[in-house]
Every structure is written in structure tokens, then in C-alpha cells.
């Protein structure tokens, strides 16, 4: 089955610096990847997503880009903000079966004034 | 547009009881997944349905755990008989293509 490996698993940066979060995935039939905020307490959230067919794809402050050769997917955030500190979840859709989501481990990204 | 609502929001129980939850998808959304996220831990598939047939069980503990969504709204997990290690946080989402919305989740504890 699919696996996901994501790194770093805490993320420490100064408000106004940019965050990068990096997956790999093993499965190279994967066809999609969304990445997910969650907030303490709180629901996922999905912030962004991508599909196997994109290199890369950008929302305002958020990116999200695509190495299919390598198998590796990375979330960019600019400019962090206070706010966006939560943990984020990448994750991968497998080919097999239902096609379900496989997530990595989650990063903690803490936003410093 | 509502989003996916999930009930009771918390439970207590201790080892050895039952336990159930509901989920109410997004109108319309025929896909309908049960996750368990452990704290610390992404979440974990344990069953899929499209509309009310089972498109992937097989991380979901069959001894004690089953899943039903039997008009293809609406679904139910139980696990029963309950364990400590079953202490977690039940989410529920729904699609209509490849992005999931998740629900608020319920958190188990099992003491």
C-alpha cells in the first residue's frame, strides 16, 4: 500500500519568513495530493490540493509543488502569519482499492512573533 | 452549504462497553469515509462507502468495529466491545470527486 513519509515534524519560523513542508510518497500511480490544516481541536481543514497531471499549483499565500519523478510533494507557505499556526497533513491518493487517502505524520508549524 | 456533522462531539465510555457514532455527509457527496486519528497521528482510513455499499474496510478491526450507511446518507460506526487503545478522535468525511471535507470528529475516551 501506499506510504508517506513528511518532514520536519515541527516547524518553528519568524512571522513574515516562508515555511516549506515536505512529503514523499511511495506509490507512483498516486494521482493526487491535497494538503490539510488542522487546527487544536479542530476539523482538517483542506487548504490546497494538486493533481498528478500539475507541477505545480498557488493559492494567494500557499503553493503546493509536484515532483512525480521523484515522488516527493512540498507545501510553500509566504509571509506566515500568526494564524498559520496549526498542523498541516499531506496526503497521497493510492490507486488500489478505493482510491483512498494515505496522510503523512503531520508537521507542527509555530508562527513566531 | 453545510458541512459534515458528526454526533455526540465527546464520549466517555469504559473498556468493554459499546460505543456508536453518527455522521451526516455533505448533500449530495456519494462518498462517505470513517477515519480514526489517534493525538499526534494523522488520520487513519477504516472505512469507505459509496453510497451504501463498502469500497475499502480493510483497516477497520472487524471484531469489534462495523460501519453501516444503509439509505446512503447517513452512517453509524460502533466498536464494541470497546479497548483502551480505541481512545481517539472519529472523524467522518464525505466527497463528491477527490477532495474530503472532514466532520468535527468525536473524540473516545476509553477508560
Known amino acids: 500500500g501506499e506510504n508517506v513519509e513528511q518532514h520536519p515534524s515541527t516547524l518553528s519560523v519568524q512571522e513574515g519568513d516562508s515555511a516549506v513542508i515536505k512529503c514523499t510518497y511511495s506509490?507512483?500511480?498516486?494521482?493526487?495530493f491535497p494538503w490539510y490544516k488542522q487546527e487544536l481541536g479542530k476539523r482538517p481543514q483542506l487548504i490546497i490540493d494538486?493533481?498528478?497531471?500539475?507541477g505545480e499549483k498557488k493559492d494567494q499565500r500557499i503553493a503546493v509543488t509536484l515532483n512525480k519523478t521523484a515522488k516527493h510533494f512540498s507545501l510553500h507557505i509566504t509571509e506566515t502569519q500568526p494564524e498559520d499556526s496549526a498542523v498541516y497533513f499531506c496526503?497521497?491518493?493510492?490507486?488500489?482499492?478505493?482510491?483512498?487517502?494515505?496522510f503523512g505524520t503531520g508537521t507542527q508549524l509555530k508562527v513566531e512573533l | 452549504e453545510a458541512g459534515v456533522a458528526q454526533s455526540p462531539r465527546y464520549k466517555i465510555i469504559e473498556k468493554r462497553q459499546s460505543v456508536a457514532f453518527w455522521c451526516n455527509p455533505i448533500?449530495?457527496?456519494?462518498?462517505l469515509y470513517w477515519y480514526q486519528q489517534i493525538l499526534g497521528q494523522g488520520p487513519k482510513l477504516l472505512i469507505q462507502?459509496?453510497?451504501?455499499?463498502?469500497?475499502?474496510d480493510s483497516q477497520l478491526p472487524k471484531d469489534r468495529f462495523s460501519a453501516e450507511r444503509l439509505k446512503g446518507v447517513d452512517s453509524t460506526l460502533k466498536i464494541q466491545p470497546a479497548k483502551l487503545e480505541d481512545s481517539a478522535v472519529y472523524l467522518c468525511?464525505?466527497?463528491?470527486?477527490?477532495?474530503?471535507?472532514f466532520g468535527p470528529g468525536t473524540r473516545l475516551t476509553v477508560l
Open positions: 468525511a464525505s466527497s463528491l470527486d477527490r477532495a474530503q471535507y
Open positions: 506509490d507512483s500511480a498516486s494521482n493526487y
Open positions: 494538486i493533481r498528478s497531471n500539475v
Open positions: 496526503a497521497a491518493r493510492g490507486t488500489g482499492g478505493g482510491n483512498k487517502l494515505t
Open positions: 448533500s449530495g457527496h456519494a462518498t
Open positions: 462507502f459509496q453510497n451504501n455499499g463498502v469500497v475499502d
